[in-house]
C-alpha cells in the first residue's frame, strides 16, 4: 500500500501535466478560514432563554446531544474543530451571550462583557470570531423586527443592533481581527401585503438609525443578508435582494448572499463575480437546501464547488466566508465537521483546476477543449492531495475522524440524553405530586 505521501507525489505529476502546482494549492487553502457558525451545535437555541425558534427559519429532528450550556457547546466546538484542517473562525450570535447569574439582561441591553468568554475562548485557539444580532426567537419578534409598525418593538430591535455593533467592535478590538456582522431579520408576509413599500421604508430608516451609532469600520464589516421567502413569510419579505443590495451599495456596507435565499434555479456561485465589482468585498453564507431554505449540511456537491471556484477565481481575501445550517436529525458534530470539510474540499478542487488555462480557452471561444479539460480533471486524483492536506494538518485522513466523533457521543453526548430524561422524570413527578 502507498503511504499518504506517496499518493500526494503521485498525484502532483498528474497535476503539473495539466499546469496545476499542487503545493501552491496546499498553501492557499490553508489561508482560506471559514466561519463555523455555533448554532450547529444546538439547534439555534441560544442561551438567553428563548424558547421556540422563530422567524420562519426550523431545526427538525431530535438526535441525541443538543449542546445545553456555553460550556458543552464550546467543548462541541472544540471537537468538530480538532477534526477540520486548518485554523478558521467561530459565528456566534447575540442570543449567545453568556450571563452571570442575576446578571441576565433583555437584546437591547447585551454589552460586551456578555461576550468575554467567547474571545477568551477564541483567542486560545487563534480564532478569529464573526458577529450576528438575532432578531428572531424573541417575544419582540413576533410581529416584525425593524420594519415593524410599532415604534416601541422597532426601537428596542435599533438598540439591539447597536449593542451588537459595540459588541463586534470590541471583539475585533480584543482578538485584533475584524468581524463580520451581519443582519439578517425575518420581517414578511404570509400573504399577499396590502403596501409593501411602508415597512420596507422604515427597514431603510432602522439600518440608517444603526449605521449612524459611530463604529469603527476597520474593525467591522457589516453586513445585510436578504431572504426570498421564509415559513409563514411566503409573500413578500421585506429584506429583499433588491432592497438590501441598493442599500448595501449606496452606504458603503457588504451584501451577505446566503445560498437558499434565492429562488431554486438561481445560483449564488453566478452572482459573486458581479459583486465584486462593485463592492470591495461579498460575504457568504454556505448552505444546502432542499426544495426550499431547508439549511442542509453542506455537501461537496456541484453549487458549492462553482461557488468555491468562484471565490478562488475572483480572490478569497475578497470573500468573508461563512456557514449556515442546522440539521438536528444527525450527530452535531458530524455535521460540522462534514460540512466544514466539505467546503474545503471544494476550495482545494477549485484551487486545483488551472484557473488562468481555462479563463485563457474561454477567451479564445475554444469551448471545446474548454469543457474536456473540465470534464477530465474531475477524475484527477484529487483525494489524495486532499489526504495529505489533512495529514499535514495534524487532522485524521479521510473517514477517520468519524470515529472520534462516535467515541464523544458515546462518552458524552449520550449521557446528556439520560440526564435530560431524568431531569423531565422529575419535572413530570413534582407535577403530579
Ligand atoms: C435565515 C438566515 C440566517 C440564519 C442564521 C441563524 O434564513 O439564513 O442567516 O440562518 O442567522
Ligand atoms: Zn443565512
Redesign the pocket.
Known sequence: MMTVKERYEAAREMYKNMGVDTDEALKALKAIPVSM?C?QGDD?VGFDGAGALS???QTTGDYPGRARTPEELMADMDKALSLIPGRHRINL?ASYAIFQKGEEVDRDKIEPKHFKKWVEFARERGLGIDF?P?C?SHPKAANGTLSSEDPKIRRFWIDHCIACLKISEYIAAELDNPVTM?I?I?DGFKDIPGDRKAPRARLKDSLDQILACGYDKSKVYAAV?S?VF?IGMESCTVGSHEFYMNYAAKHDILC?L?N??YHPTEVVSDKISSMLLFFDKVAL?V?RSVRW?S?HVVLFDDETKEIAKEIVRNGADRVLLAL???DAGINRISAWVTGMRNMQKALLFALLQPNEELAKLQEERNFTRLMMVMEELKCYPFGDVWDYFCQINGVPVREAWFEQVMEYERDVLSRRRKKEHIRKKEHIRRNER
Request: glycine share 14%; aromatic share 18%.
Open positions: 457558525h448554532w439555534v422567524g420562519g427559519i450570535h450576528n438575532t428572531f451581519n439578517w425575518p443578508e431572504k421564509g451577505l446566503d437558499g435565499h453564507h448552505t431554505d439549511d449556515d445550517f442546522f
